[in-house]
């Protein structure tokens, strides 16, 4: 398994940036003949997943008290949890209920938050709960999410 990161980007441009990036790695893995999935759940059962975890901020996010507005936009999201679930994953939501276990540092199929915790939907880090700024992680998208239906 191998993470990547694409960003920080703004608004759409971060949805190109991500499919050059897949496509990259399909030719490089080419190279070396290796082949790439970006299957959420490779291994039925009680195993690990992969996600394709979003990080989300406004300018008010990361000034100084941005932590209101984070905690502002979580209810937003918990709003359209089921819709979004569906745009998650290349298959209408169905390849990412089998990575939605609650455990194995994945969220569960329905929707939580929290500070620092990585088997939440949303996981505000500790160090923005410290700082009282900075960024949101939406954990619910699966390794084969559409970028562009996810943004």
């Known amino acids: 398994q191998w993470e990547f990161q694409v960003g920080p980007t703004a608004g759409t441009r971060v949805s190109d940036d991500l499919w050059l990036a897949r496509y990259l790695l399909h030719r490089l893995s080419e190279e070396f003949g290796l082949a790439v999935s ?3 759940k490779l291994i039925p059962g009680a195993s690990g997943a992969c996600g394709g975890h979003v990080n989300i901020s406004t300018a008010s996010m990361r000034e100084e008290g941005g932590i209101r507005h984070i905690k502002a936009a979580i ?8 819709q979004f679930l569906s745009l998650c994953d290349a298959h209408g939501g169905a390849d990412n209920q089998a990575r939605l276990i609650g455990f194995f540092c994945t969220a569960s199929g329905n929707f939580t938050y ?3 915790n ?3 939907c949303v996981r505000i880090p500790r160090q923005v709960a410290l700082d009282k700024k900075g960024f949101l992680e939406d954990r619910r998208p699966a390794s084969n999410f559409d970028p562009y239906l996810v943004t």
């Open 114 to 116: 929290g500070v620092e």
């Open 75 to 82: 209810p937003r999201l918990e709003r359209t949890h089921t």
């Open 38 to 40: 970006f299957h959420p």
């Open 118 to 120: 990585r088997d939440a």
